[in-house]
């Protein structure tokens, strides 16, 4: 009698190059092995990928963090899907910690693209059949992708570590513009605490010069919390805790999601005088300056979790309780 076939799919779990750490954290606390991949970079740039064992039939995790250069990741990584739907993967789903592009997802101004909504269309093209992403910059851009899309929270591990490092009784959660006030109306929400913004009025007769940082809330004598979900060259949150010691802040701290920490940001952090800056690992923090009070939390056993779930079939959205 001829075997009859399994359906069952199977776990996979592949890494691109990017930052083949993150994708190992999640490997080990998941008890599964990576999958050998043979990748390299052809002498004019072009990228090559192919794995080392038979894929058909596997329920595919690609997990990818967006660093610098980000093109080329990208690429890398469609490059993987790719490869994957065209050895016959069940299901594709792409792991993006921090999504690329994910800032350019609105027109300001006409004849802009909106490159966040091309980046998701660039992974259903490829082949993925679902997505997941930590923390992204806008909720819109879940409704970019035809498919599933996991929105995994980094507050619940930045928020735990701060309840157990500080007295969140004489705290106050600061969001750094406006653009940011509903993430730290969460936070305030989960620390219980109050709340205060802090609004740039620009200066019109110099480009890109803000000539006013106007505090909105009480933070005198403080410990003040600045959160965002990302910091890249550090401009606008070291701006905003400058304004808080200028206004009384016993104790400026800083958490958030993704560190980008591009050119300048390193120097920019160390001259405002944090008491600590607080993000997780979405990305490698390749800094050439050392950051002063840094600290770094895993955001491996969130990712390990929600791929697990998603495997299972089961609730991603239970993995934060009433944060999500």
Same mark, same amino acid.
């Given at each position: 009698?001829?075997?009859?076939?399994?359906?069952?799919?199977?776990?996979?779990?592949?890494?691109?190059? !990017?930052?083949?750490?993150? %994708?190992?954290?999640?490997? =080990?606390? @998941?008890? /599964? *092995? $990576?999958?050998?991949?043979?990748?390299?970079?052809?002498?004019?740039?072009?990228?090559?990928?192919?794995?080392?064992?038979?894929?058909?039939?596997?329920?595919?995790?690609?997990?990818?963090?967006?660093?610098?250069?980000?093109?080329?990741?990208?690429?890398?990584?469609?490059?993987?899907?790719?490869?994957?739907?065209?050895?016959?993967?069940?299901?594709?789903?792409?792991?993006?910690?921090?999504?690329?592009?994910?800032?350019?997802?609105?027109?300001?101004?006409?004849?802009?693209?909106?490159?966040?909504?091309?980046? !998701?269309?660039?992974?259903? %093209?490829?082949?993925?059949? =679902?997505? @997941?992403? /930590? *923390? $992204?910059?806008?909720?819109?851009?879940?409704?970019?992708?035809?498919?599933?899309?996991?929105?995994?929270?980094?507050?619940?591990?930045?928020?735990?570590?701060?309840?157990?490092?500080?007295?969140?009784?004489?705290?106050?959660?600061?969001?750094?513009?406006?653009?940011?006030?509903?993430?730290?109306?969460?936070?305030?929400?989960?620390?219980?605490?109050?709340?205060?913004?802090?609004?740039?009025?620009?200066?019109?007769?110099?480009?890109?010069?803000?000539?006013?940082?106007?505090?909105?809330?009480?933070?005198?004598?403080?410990?003040?919390?600045?959160?965002?979900?990302?910091?890249?060259?550090?401009?606008?949150?070291?701006?905003?805790?400058?304004?808080?010691?200028?206004?009384?802040?016993?104790?400026?701290?800083?958490?958030?999601?993704?560190?980008?920490?591009?050119?300048?940001?390193?120097?920019?952090?160390?001259?405002?005088?944090?008491?600590?800056?607080?993000?997780?690992?979405?990305?490698?923090?390749?800094?050439?300056?050392?950051?002063?009070?840094?600290?770094?939390?895993?955001?491996?056993?969130?990712?390990?979790?929600?791929?697990?779930?998603?495997?299972?079939?089961?609730?991603?959205?239970?993995?934060?309780?009433?944060?999500?």
């Amino acid at each position: 009698m001829p075997q009859i076939a399994n359906n069952n799919k199977h776990l996979m779990l592949f890494s691109g190059r !990017a930052y083949p750490e993150l %994708a190992t954290e999640v490997a =080990r606390l @998941m008890d /599964v *092995d $990576l999958v050998p991949t043979r990748a390299l970079s052809y002498a004019n740039s072009e990228i090559y990928v192919r794995f080392e064992e038979s894929v058909r039939g596997c329920d595919a995790f690609v997990i990818q963090s967006h660093t610098a250069p980000v093109n080329e990741w990208l690429m890398e990584q469609l490059i993987m899907v790719d490869a994957l739907k065209r050895a016959s993967a069940k299901r594709i789903t792409v792991v993006a910690p921090f999504y690329p592009y994910a800032r350019q997802d609105k027109k300001h101004l006409g004849r802009e693209p909106i490159s966040a909504r091309l980046v !998701a269309d660039l992974y259903k %093209a490829a082949g993925a059949d =679902r997505i @997941m992403s /930590v *923390d $992204l910059h806008a909720a819109q851009i879940q409704g970019f992708f035809d498919g599933p899309v996991d929105h995994l929270w980094g507050l619940p591990v930045l928020s735990d570590y701060v309840k157990k490092n500080y007295d969140v009784s004489n705290m106050c959660v600061v969001s750094p513009d406006a653009g940011r006030v509903r993430l730290a109306d969460m936070w305030t929400d989960e620390l219980g605490t109050s709340l205060a913004i802090v609004h740039k009025r620009r200066d019109h007769d110099k480009a890109n010069t803000v000539a006013v940082h106007e505090v909105v809330g009480d933070v005198e004598g403080k410990v003040c919390l600045l959160v965002d979900d990302m910091i890249d060259t550090a401009g606008t949150i070291a701006q905003a805790a400058q304004a808080l010691h200028e206004r009384g802040a016993s104790k400026v701290i800083a958490a958030a999601t993704h560190p980008i920490f591009s050119g300048p940001a390193a120097q920019r952090l160390n001259a405002a005088n944090f008491a600590e800056v607080i993000v997780t690992n979405t990305l490698p923090t390749r800094t050439n300056t050392p950051i002063e009070n840094l600290t770094t939390l895993s955001i491996a056993p969130l990712i390990a979790k929600a791929i697990n779930a998603v495997f299972l079939d089961g609730s991603v959205t239970s993995l934060f309780g009433g944060v999500a």
